[in-house]
C-alpha cells in the first residue's frame, strides 16, 4: 500500500518516514488551531528568509540557486540561505531542529511530516495569512494540508503526483475485452477480472494487488474521526469490500502468491506480462516499456479508478519565523506556476497551480501512448485527493495491511480483521 506523499525527487520513491508519535512535548489534545498570523498586507518584503529542501543538492542544485537569485532579484534587500537534507534521516532532523526552535522559515514538508508540527503549533496558518491560497493552487494540493481537528492550511502544495490504470491490450484482446472500454469503478473491475479468469481458463490474470485504505475511501468508508482523534474504518461498508476481494482470490482471479512472501507487486507483475493491470504515474508507461521492450505497443493508460490519489510535497512556513513577509512571500514564488513549470520539465512531476491548467506542456498530447498517459494524469490532478489520511504511521499501515491480508485469506472474517486493525491503529495514535 502506498504512503500518502512523494519522496523528495531526487529519490523518486514513496517516502516510509513519519513524523507521527515522534513526539516534541505535549500537544493539545483539544484540538489545535494552529498559529494564527497577524496578516500586514503592506509588510515590505526584505531581509534574510532560510529555506529548506529535502535532498535537491547535488542533482538540482542549478535550478534551485536559479529561483533564489530570481527572488531575490524580484525583491531587492532579501537574502535566502538555502539548506539541503539528505534523504535518510530527515524526518528525525526536522524534529531536532524543531524542539531545538531552529526550523527553518521555508521547509519542505510532506502533509505527514507537517501534522507533527502543526499539532505543536509550529507552523504557520498560511491560509490566513495569504487570502489567495484557495483561488490559485487546486483543491486537492491544499486540502492535503489541512487536518481533522486542526483549524487552518499548513503549507503551500509545492510540487504533485498521481496514478492512473494501465492496461495490457493483448490480454484484453485474448480475454474478448475491450480495452477501449476498460473498467472504471472497482465493480467493473471485479467483473473484468473474472471473464479474463473465466476465457482463458485461469491462465491470465487482471487484478493483482490487495486493497488499502486508499480502497475503503474511494468506497466511501470514513477512515478518522471529524476530531481526528480516533479511526472509525471498521464499518459494514469496509467490510464489504474486503469481502470481494476475499471471494475474487478464493475464485482464483488473482494470483496465490500475493498473500506470500513472493510477491512482487503488481506494477512489476505488470511489466513482467503476468498480469493485465496495474497503477503508476503519467511516466510510468515509460519504466514498463523500457524494462520490457515487448511491451512497446500493447500498453493503454486510462483515468485511475474513482477518486484519484493525490500525492503531495509542499512548504511550510516556521510558525516562529522573524520575517514571515519574505518567507510567505518565498514560498509562493518557489511554487508559482513558472517555477513549478521549470521543474516539472527537468523531473517528473506536476505543478500545483491552477494556473498550470492552461500550459500545453502538460495538458496537449501528441497522440503517442507516454503524452496520452502524462495529459491524462495531469488531468487528473484536478479532482485526485490524499485518500490516505496523513495520521496514520508507518507501524500503523503496516499492521492494518496484516489483518487485510487475513481476511482475503479466508483466515479470519472481515469485520474481526477490522476491528482488530482499528484497535490498533487507535493504540497507536495515542502513543
Not at 508507518?394 to 496484516?402: P, R
Request: net charge neutral; glycine share 8%; charged share 20%.
Amino acid at each position: 500500500m502506498r504512503r500518502g506523499h512523494l519522496a523528495p525527487v531526487a529519490a523518486l520513491a514513496a517516502a516510509a518516514l513519519t513524523l507521527a508519535g515522534c513526539g516534541l512535548g505535549s500537544s493539545d489534545e483539544s484540538g489545535s488551531s494552529g498559529a494564527k498570523p497577524t496578516v500586514d498586507a503592506n509588510a515590505q518584503v526584505t531581509g534574510e528568509v532560510s529555506f529548506q529542501t529535502w535532498a535537491l543538492k547535488p542533482k538540482f542544485t542549478s535550478y534551485v540557486e536559479g529561483v533564489i537569485k530570481a527572488f531575490e532579484a524580484k525583491y531587492p534587500g532579501t537574502k535566502v540561505t538555502w539548506l539541503d537534507q539528505p534523504g535518510d534521516g530527515y524526518d528525525k532532523k526536522v524534529l531536532s531542529q524543531a524542539s531545538a526552535g531552529q526550523l527553518p522559515d521555508v521547509t519542505n514538508l510532506p502533509p505527514d511530516f507537517a501534522l507533527s508540527l502543526a499539532k505543536q503549533n509550529m507552523l504557520l496558518d498560511v491560509a490566513a495569512a495569504d487570502p489567495k491560497l484557495a483561488e490559485e493552487y487546486v483543491e486537492g494540493g491544499v486540502q492535503a494540508y489541512q487536518y481533522q481537528g486542526l483549524d487552518g492550511t499548513f503549507g503551500y502544495p509545492w510540487y504533485l503526483n498521481t496514478d492512473i490504470d494501465y492496461w495490457n491490450a493483448t490480454k484484453f484482446a485474448a480475454a474478448g475485452l475491450d480495452v477501449k472500454n476498460s473498467p472504471k469503478t472497482f465493480d467493473e473491475l471485479l467483473a473484468a477480472a473474472k471473464v479474463m479468469h473465466d476465457k482463458t481458463g485461469g491462465k491470465e490474470y487482471l487484478m493483482s494487488r490487495l486493497p488499502g485504505i486508499g480502497d475503503f475511501t474511494n468506497a466511501g468508508v470514513k477512515i478518522v474521526s471529524d476530531d481526528g482523534k480516533k479511526f472509525v474504518f471498521n464499518t459494514p461498508e469496509a467490510a464489504a469490500l474486503l469481502d470481494k476481494y476475499r471471494d475474487a482470490y478464493k475464485a482464483g482471479y488473482l494470483p496465490r502468491d500475493i498473500l506470500t512472501q513472493e510477491y512482487l507487486g503488481n506494477s512489476k507483475l505488470f511489466t513482467q506480462g503476468k498480469v493485465a493491470w496495474t497503477t503508476g504515474g503519467g511516466n510510468a508507461i515509460q519504466d514498463f516499456q523500457k524494462d520490457n521492450p515487448s511491451l512497446k505497443g500493447k500498453v493503454v493508460p486510462s483515468p485511475a479508478l474513482d477518486t484519484p490519489p493525490l500525492y503531495v510535497q509542499g512548504l511550510s512556513v516556521s510558525a516562529k519565523t522573524k520575517n514571515q513577509a519574505a518567507a510567505i512571500a518565498l514560498a509562493r514564488f518557489v511554487t508559482n506556476a513558472e517555477n513549478q513549470a521549470a521543474f516539472a520539465k527537468i523531473v517528473n512531476i506536476f505543478p500545483s497551480t491552477k494556473a498550470s491548467a492552461s500550459d500545453p506542456y502538460f495538458s496537449k498530447s501528441d497522440g503517442t501512448p507516454e503524452s496520452d498517459a502524462k495529459v491524462l494524469a495531469f488531468e487528473s490532478l484536478a479532482k485526485a485527493k490524499v485518500l490516505q489520511p496523513p495520521v496514520i504511521s508507518g507501524a500503523t499501515n503496516d499492521f492494518i495491511g496484516q489483518q487485510i491480508s487475513l481476511a482475503i485469506s479466508g483466515k479470519m472474517s472481515s469485520q474481526a480483521a477490522l476491528d482488530a486493525a482499528v484497535a490498533k491503529a487507535n493504540q497507536l495514535l495515542t502513543q
